[in-house]
């Protein structure tokens, strides 16, 4: 069973670039599952698709986050990250990890991890 976990800083100053990191464990980030995503949720608000990177490496982002957002991997550690440039306090969120098929429900989540953006 696939396990993720996020880690993070909690808080990050406005227009700084925010790192979070989600931690695979009981399986393996290149074969395991086709695609590795972040996804977040704002106070009040709906899921948020931001971005995945499949079992290949590649990388696809949303439309409207796709000048900030980076994700990347490092498959020596199994693990894959997400940053975030030029933050404002609308980019405070509850942030997920999860896995899955492609073109499938997710087979695994993280707890979440909060990010709060103020000064």
């Known amino acids: 069973q696939v396990q993720l976990k996020e880690s993070g800083p909690g808080l990050v100053k406005p227009s700084q670039t925010l790192s979070l990191t989600c931690t695979v464990s009981?399986?393996?980030?290149?074969?395991?599952?086709?695609?590795w995503t972040w996804i977040r949720q704002p106070p009040g608000k709906g899921l948020e698709w931001m971005g995945v990177?499949?079992?290949?490496?590649?990388?696809v982002y949303s439309p409207s986050l796709s000048s900030r957002t980076s994700i990347s991997r490092d498959t020596s550690k199994n693990l894959f990250s997400l940053q975030l440039s030029s933050v404002t306090p609308e980019d405070t969120a509850v942030y997920y990890c999860a896995a899955g098929p492609y073109d499938q429900p997710y087979d695994s989540w993280g707890q979440g991890t909060q990010l709060t953006v103020s000064s």
């Open positions: 990177i499949f079992y290949d490496g590649s990388t």
């Open positions: 009981g399986g393996s980030i290149t074969t395991s599952y086709s695609t």
